[in-house]
Every structure is written in C-alpha cells, then in structure tokens.
C-alpha cells in the first residue's frame, strides 16, 4: 500500500510532502521517475513554500503525469479531467487542498503532516484504481 511507504520518506528521509507522495507512489507502482522529476516536484512542498496549495496533492498530480503523460499533456486525452478529479476528491476527503488549511487541521509537532500525507495517499490510490491504473 502507499500509505505504507510515507513513514520512510516523510519521516526517515526528511522529504517534503510532495516528494515524498512522488517517491513513495514510484515505488509502489513501479513508475519510471527520474532524478529530475523528484527534483521538479521539491518545490511544492510547504505549500508550494508558502502554505498554499497542498504539496501533497501536488505530489498525486505528479504521479498521474507519470502514469499517464507520454509526450505532454495536451497530447494525454482526459488528463485535464483526471487531474480535477483527483483534486476535487481530494478537497473532499481532506477538507481543503489548501496547506495552511491543512497543517491547522491535521499537524502535529511529532509527525508534522503525515496524517495530510495519508489522506491524501487514500485518495490517489482510491482515484487511480478508479480510473483503472496500474496500481
């Protein structure tokens, strides 16, 4: 399970929100990412560094462009859909998609936001079995 994996990553490992859903979810599935993709999505985590959108809902929009993007997105036929709807079942699920939100609701000082993290985890595992990914 994904969820299974946040601990090493989140709390082991000392990664962002959005990294650790992309490096967890690469692993679980077995998703060809690269060190650059890891480096790209850093940047979303706390955030997007300033307490907006949720790194790790930004890090479940990353793995389904690696499940499903080959060339570019416009060229991915429904991938504009499914990113909506995994956001939208995100906000749902977790009461918002929006850190500061999130962090006022779910953080604690021992685990920082790994509650969000496996939230957010049900909700890309609920979404791509849904959408009959490889998971």
């Keep these: ?3 299974d994996r946040l601990e090493y990553y989140y709390l082991k ?3 962002n929100c959005a990294e650790t859903i992309l490096h967890a979810a690469a692993d679980e599935w077995n ?3 690269n060190q650059s993709a890891f480096k790209a999505i850093a940047g979303f985590g706390a955030g997007c560094g300033c307490g907006r959108f949720c790194g790790a809902v930004a890090g479940g929009l990353a793995t389904l462009g690696q499940m499903h993007i080959d060339t570019r997105a416009h060229a991915a036929e ?3 859909d499914r990113c909506a709807a995994f ?3 995100a906000e ?5 998609v929006q850190c500061e939100v999130l962090k006022a609701k779910y953080r604690t ?3 920082r936001c790994l509650k969000t993290l496996e939230l957010a985890a049900e909700v890309l595992e609920q979404h791509a079995a849904k959408s009959g990914d490889s998971v």
């Design 31 to 33: 998703l060809p990412v």
């Design 13 to 15: 490992s000392d990664m």
């Design 87 to 89: 956001v939208e079942a």
């Design 92 to 96: 749902a699920h977790l009461g918002s």
């Design 109 to 111: 000082e021992e685990c």
């Design 1 to 3: 399970m994904l969820k």
């Design 78 to 80: 429904g991938f504009a």
